[in-house]
């Protein structure tokens, strides 16, 4: 992370903060340079010892203390931009930023926060029940600490608010997903529209010439097909649980495995939730869900990691062909996140024999950790591949001052 000194103030930043159930990230941005002047997290809030790390001016500080609730968790987080720094005044602080899992139908991009949007926020809980009210929490104790500023909501759906309904419609009976709002949202569409958007410039050439494929693949990972600039397609759905196999989700998986488990195995619908969400993907194949670790494993000829890392890649490269068929032509296929940007392994390995494709790797161009856009094809492949590190915070920040008009 690069920070700047005090003698460097920005004219403007952005206070960009993710409120989670248990814990709130924050960053303040510099949305001219990129860089983030701070950023730290709060954990195990409500929890009896919380953790607190505060990165700014070259430095981290750590604090394990009580924190009760959000509210105490972001005067927390206040009191040490005041305590080490950077003074927020002086960062002249334009606007606090939100990151907002669910916007259902109903938002396709930032917004303002204000009464009305804080009850559509909470009207769309059932969708993203562990989400949305630990957002709602944290844009309200932070319009409670910082009045003077306006709050803006990002949502992750945003970009995907418009997926033809072809798409975004799951063939089930019509009146049962209207009546209860069941359709594809996907989700990290802030990461998607920002990479989409950097590759354009990168390549040099108009956003609205270029068919992409988009492989967003951190801890969750997810897929987009994004026909000049606008989302075609994209992995996940209702919630982040469909699509590609990820660090600790299934993806993809036959419906009926529910009914199974459930009528056979006697689990509850909760049990199923949390196999389904937390041990499954890599980890539930392999025991870990680190990408460092599973390769360590597969090295050591383990087969559940070698299993693993196979589905992983199988199902990847299906989502990669299925894409290429909605797009009918592709220009760019980029990687992000945290296994698309380190994992040189993975990406080789997807791309392997997709050359009838038009879609080759340089592996001497592809080898290593990329923290900068890196182009891994060849010169003059039809496809071009690379990396595109994303920054979900950053985008927020610039869509806040979109907003704000800053
Ligand atoms: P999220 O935001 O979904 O939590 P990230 O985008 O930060 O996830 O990605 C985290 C994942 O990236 C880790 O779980 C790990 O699998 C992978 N990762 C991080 N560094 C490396 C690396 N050097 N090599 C391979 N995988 C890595």
Redesign the pocket.
């Known amino acids: 992370m690069s920070t700047s000194t005090p003698s460097d103030q920005p004219a403007a930043s952005v206070l960009v903060i993710n409120s989670g159930s248990s814990s709130i990230k924050y960053q303040l941005v510099d949305p001219d340079s990129g860089q983030a002047i701070a950023s730290g997290i709060v954990e195990q809030i409500g929890e009896g010892v919380g953790s607190v790390k505060h990165v700014a001016l070259g430095s981290t500080t750590r604090r394990e203390l009580p924190v009760p609730d959000h509210a105490e968790g972001l005067r927390i987080v206040l009191g040490l931009f005041d305590e080490i720094g950077p003074d927020l005044e002086a960062a002249h602080v334009v606007a606090v930023g939100h990151r907002v899992v669910q916007g259902g139908a109903l938002f396709d991009g930032p917004v303002l926060v204000d009464a009305e949007v804080e009850r559509l926020i909470e009207e769309l809980a059932p969708l993203a029940p562990l989400h949305n009210p630990a957002n709602l929490t944290g844009i309200r104790v932070a319009q409670a600490l910082l009045p003077d500023v306006p709050h803006v909501v990002v949502f992750d759906t945003a970009f995907f608010r418009h997926l033809p309904d072809a798409a975004a419609t799951y063939a089930i009976d019509a009146d049962v997903a209207a009546a209860h709002r069941v359709r594809r949202y996907g989700a990290h569409g802030t990461s998607h529209q920002y990479v989409s958007r950097q590759v354009a410039e990168l390549v040099g050439r108009p956003l609205e010439d270029l068919n992409q494929i988009v492989l ?6 997810s897929a987009s097909a994004v026909r000049g600039g606008v989302a075609a397609e994209t992995s996940m759905g209702l919630t982040p649980l469909e699509g590609l196999v990820m ?1 600790t989700r299934s993806g993809d998986i036959d419906p009926a495995v529910v009914f199974h488990l459930h009528r056979n195995a006697g689990m509850s619908i909760d049990e199923i939730d949390d196999l389904l969400n937390r041990r499954s993907g ?1 980890k539930g194949l392999s025991g870990v ?4 670790a ?2 360590d494993l597969v090295e050591q000829g383990d087969a559940g990691a070698r299993l693993a890392l196979d589905v992983y890649l199988h199902r990847l490269r299906k989502y990669i062909g299925a894409y290429y068929a909605v797009l009918g032509r592709v220009d760019v296929i980029a990687f992000t ?7 040189d ?2 990406r080789a390995g997807v791309l392997t024999g997709l050359e009838g494709l038009g879609i080759e790797v340089d592996l001497e161009r592809n080898a290593g ?1 990329k923290s900068q856009p890196t182009v891994i094809s060849p010169d003059g492949a039809r496809v071009t591949v690379m990396v595109v590190p ?1 920054n979900e915070e950053l985008a927020i920040a610039r869509q806040a001052l979109e907003v704000v008009g800053a």
Request: proline share 0%; no cysteine.
């Open positions: 967003h693949l951190g801890n969750g990972a660090g890599i869900n680190d990408f460092r599973l390769h996140a945290g296994v698309g940007e380190n994992d392994i993975v950790r994303t």
